[in-house]
Nanobody, 118 residues
Framework: QVQLVESGGGLVQFGGSLRLSCAAS????????MDWYRQAPGEQRELVATISSSGNTNYADSVKGRFTISRDNTKNTMYLQMNSLKPEDTAVYYCNAKGSWTPPDGYWGQGTQVTVSS
C-alpha cells in the first residue's frame, strides 16, 4: 500500500497561483496512474486532472489552460500547478493513486485545503 501526503494548499487571492504536491511512499510510484480530485463544501468529489504512468495527462474542462499536472518519479512526487485561480476552485484537494493491483478506488491522501478569495 502506498502512503500519500498532500501539501501546498493555502489562502490565495483571485488570479493567484499555488502549487500542490503529493508525496508518495514506496518504490513503485512510477507505475501508478495518479489523479488530483477536489471536493467543495456540499459538493461531490470531482476529478480535476490525471497523469498516467507514462506521463499522459487529462484535465477537467473547468481547469484546462489554468492547471498543469506533472510528476517526478525520481522524487516519488506529483504536482498540480494552479494558475489564474478563481473562487470556484476553493475546495479540499486530494491525490489518488491507482494501479491494476490496487483497490478499485485506489489510495487517497488526507487532502489539502485551497481557498481562493474574491
Amino acid at each position: 500500500q502506498v502512503q500519500l501526503v498532500e501539501s501546498g494548499g493555502g489562502l490565495v487571492q483571485f488570479g493567484g497561483s499555488l502549487r500542490l504536491s503529493c508525496a508518495a511512499s514506496g518504490s513503485i510510484f512510477r507505475f501508478y496512474a495518479m489523479d488530483w480530485y477536489r471536493q467543495a463544501p456540499g459538493e461531490q468529489r470531482e476529478l480535476v486532472a490525471t497523469i498516467s504512468s507514462s506521463g499522459n495527462t487529462n484535465y477537467a474542462d473547468s481547469v484546462k489552460g489554468r492547471f498543469t499536472i506533472s510528476r517526478d518519479n525520481t522524487k516519488n512526487t506529483m504536482y498540480l500547478q494552479m494558475n489564474s485561480l478563481k473562487p470556484e476552485d476553493t475546495a479540499v484537494y486530494y491525490c489518488n493513486a491507482k494501479g491494476s493491483w490496487t483497490p478499485p478506488d485506489g489510495y487517497w491522501g488526507q487532502g489539502t485545503q485551497v481557498t481562493v478569495s474574491s
